[in-house]
């Protein structure tokens, strides 16, 4: 992976992640915001991505602040981020990561779940790569792995970040092409 650029773009899970070190081989832009919804990361898209060099992987990982506001309503947003990212940059592999679980006292178990199969769906009609990592944190009995987050059961763990690095490192070793 060595000379390679990758774009992380989303919310907090991503602003947090130290992506560097845990891809010590890649030059990574981390472009996180902490609280972005799927809108703020649209409104604020051409400004983040003006002026970088094209990216060989962009990753997305945007919505759980929407779903977490119970807002289902965000899809064609999605969608516009990335019919911009794939003419800003089309030579880069793009792929749209699942939401994660959480563990709120008013969120459902299956809001996360169902927002993955549409995102899941959006990415194979938009012939981008969606990285379905969801089962990574949960589990034997389908809940949350509390190793994985922290105690406000939203944030990831240091732990957590490994998981997320390991499916990752896992998905592109799969690729079997160059990026």
Partial sequence: MADLTWLVIGDSLIAFGDWQEMFPGVSVHNCGLAGETVAG???????????????????????????????????????????????????????????????????????????????CRLAERLGVTFLDIFRNFIDERGRLDGRCFLDDGVHLSAHGYRVWAGALADFLDNVREKL
């Fill in 41 to 119: 990361l649209l409104a604020r898209l051409e400004s983040t991505i003006a002026g970088l060099a094209p990216p060989d992987l962009v990753l997305i990982m945007s919505g759980i602040n929407n779903v977490v506001m119970e807002d289902f309503t965000f899809l064609g947003t999605y969608e516009k981020i990335i019919q911009l990212l794939a003419a800003r940059f089309p030579q880069a592999r793009i792929v749209v990561n699942s939401l994660l679980p959480v563990r709120l006292p008013w969120s459902n178990d299956t809001a996360v779940p169902r927002v993955n199969t549409m995102l």
